[in-house]
């Protein structure tokens, strides 16, 4: 019997979905999606909606370990991550630090420049930056956006300097600070990553060709005019340039378990961009990672498995899962 068929020995798993954050709805999808594809595979698996139900409960609950499908603030920023330490209680993804890290677009970004890995240049706004005077320095056009935010929720593309005010605005309803980054014209490409440390590896490039270019929260989650090319149709050496790029993007911010980092690919010189990394990506009917992984012959059941098997403490030393 393999590793994926023998589950009795994963115990009894939680489900995290639902939370808090902006991300709530996309969060409830892929929880329902993982938890029936866990109990489908023979996992005693149990939903818990941390939006509905308090986190003390999770003591109560006696989960050997469990699967966070929790997307955004209070799930994906190191807050849970921490919780589960001190109950002792083993999970999926990154550990603290590592989530609130790649959370922060803006530390993140600080991250990859400090190991020479390109992402676009950057400032940092607030309530008293002179605002007309940011495309002069990051050029038109650009884009606006809240720094601790995921499913392009708060994000727009600044075309003109009368753009600017409304686009923080609409930013800065979700945070402080406000993330300016300089638009890079090109594919927009996406890449999973499973394992940890030396043993994490690239799944096949996802190519997203959205209507219009316009991958919005709708086109990411309720719409099928998205296209989704995979493997992306690029030849093998800049596959792998790009592939050991995100690879090298998960290590520097010390991401484990699993996760997904996008990228932009320059038309006019094929230069890849890391924009961001998320350390519990979506798995919904419409999430990439399930779609990259289907690329290599793991279904989506299998997956889930796979990610679960990851579950661990991060903090200390033999903790629970040391001995499953």
């Known amino acids: ?27 409830i999808m892929s929880g329902t999606g993982v938890l029936a594809a866990l109990r489908s595979k023979g996992v005693d698996a149990h939903g818990f909606d941390t939006g509905e139900r308090s986190l003390a409960e999770l003591a109560e609950q006696q989960f050997d370990r ?24 083993p999970y999926t993804g990154s550990g603290v630090m590592a989530s609130a890290i790649a959370m922060d677009k803006i530390f993140t ?12 240049a950057y400032e940092v706004l607030n309530a008293e930056t002179e605002l007309r005077l940011v495309p002069d320095r990051l050029s038109l056009p650009l884009i606006l956006k809240p720094p601790h935010e995921g499913s392009t929720i708060g994000i727009t593309k600044v ?33 999973a990553i499973l394992g940890t440390g030396k043993h994490a590896y690239a799944l096949p490039i996802i190519e997203i060709v959205a209507p219009d270019g316009n991958y919005d929260y709708q086109n990411k989650y309720f719409t099928d005019d998205t296209q989704y090319l995979c493997p992306a149709p690029l030849d093998a050496g800049l596959t792998a340039k790009i592939q050991e790029m995100c690879v090298d993007a998960y290590r520097a911010v010390n991401c484990e378990g699993w996760a997904r980092v996008d990228v932009l690919l320059r038309k006019f010189d094929n230069e890849p961009f890391l924009i961001e990394i998320n350390t519990s ?26 990610i679960l098997r990851s579950a661990r403490l991060k903090m200390s030393k033999g903790s629970k899962e040391g001995n499953k």
């Open 1 to 27: 019997m393999n590793d994926i068929e023998n589950v009795k020995e994963l115990g009894k798993v939680g489900v995290l979905f639902g939370g808090r954050s902006a991300e709530r709805e996309v969060s």
């Open 66 to 89: 469990v699967f966070i499908a929790l997307h955004g603030r209070f799930g994906e920023d190191g807050s849970l991550q921490g919780v589960l330490e001190q109950l002792g209680i």
């Open 109 to 120: 970004k600080k991250i990859w420049q400090n190991h020479q890995l390109t992402t676009p």
């Open 159 to 191: 075309n003109g300097y009368s753009d600017m005010h409304e686009a923080y605005v609409l930013a800065a309803q979700f945070d402080d600070e406000v993330l300016a980054e300089q638009f890079i014209l090109g594919r927009e490409l996406t890449v």
């Open 281 to 306: 990506p979506g798995m919904t009917g419409h999430s990439l990672v399930p779609m990259a992984a289907r690329a290599v012959g793991m279904s989506y059941e299998d997956l889930c498995v796979t």
